[in-house]
């Protein structure tokens, strides 16, 4: 399908253009392959939601019949249980089982040899920046940087010394 949609489109102009007009062209057709396959999901999503609070409300009020509560357990793919004892037993075992643990290798660092630094590197590293430092680091700098949000570039900071 979408190799056909590619196909049977035609448009002149620069590549860029081209190529939007058919990305338009096959999301449209991408669109209308979904409303033919799945029809309209949000609406039979709400309606089916709608049925479920309604078959539930009816359920905590007056109870329902065994057609209604074979209709309640097909609009939940995953089952329908009744009773605080099943609720509970079925509540428990699905977190049981979601957060069951499981056995894997984990990676270890046994056996790696990391490079460290002397105490004077150390020193140098935590040591504040002297101004000298900062002036030199700056005038070093490409003048056409921008190291701020306010767009001002180094050659402007040090044109104007701010």
Same mark, same amino acid.
């Given at each position: ?13 620069l590549?860029?253009?081209v190529?939007k ?10 669109k ?11 609406e ?5 939601v ?6 539930d ?5 007056? +109870?329902l019949?065994?057609? @209604?509560?074979? #209709?309640?357990?097909?609009? /939940?793919?995953?089952g329908?249980?009744e $009773?605080p ?6 509540t ?10 499981m ?7 046994n ?5 460290t ?13 002297? +101004?000298?430092?900062?002036? @030199?680091?700056? #005038?070093?700098c490409?003048? /056409?940087?921008?190291?701020r949000?306010d $767009? ?7 044109f104007?010394?701010?």
């Amino acid at each position: 399908m979408v190799a056909k949609v590619w196909r049977d489109q035609t448009f002149s102009g620069l590549m860029g253009f081209v190529l939007k007009e058919r990305l338009k062209g096959l999301k449209s057709a991408i669109k209308e392959w979904k409303l033919d396959m799945y029809g309209k999901l949000e609406e039979k999503k709400k309606e089916l939601v709608a049925g479920i609070l309604a078959l539930d409300n009816k359920s905590e009020a007056v +109870g329902l019949t065994q057609l @209604e509560v074979a #209709s309640r357990k097909q609009m /939940t793919p995953t089952g329908w249980e009744e $009773g605080p004892v099943q609720v509970r037993s079925a509540t428990a075992n699905f977190y049981r089982a979601h957060f069951v643990s499981m056995d894997w290798v984990r990676p270890t660092l046994n056996g790696l040899v990391f490079s460290t630094v002397s105490e004077s590197q150390n020193v140098d590293l935590i040591a504040p920046f002297t +101004g000298e430092e900062i002036e @030199e680091m700056i #005038s070093s700098c490409d003048g /056409t940087k921008s190291p701020r949000v306010d $767009g001002f570039n180094f050659a402007f900071i040090n044109f104007f010394g701010i």
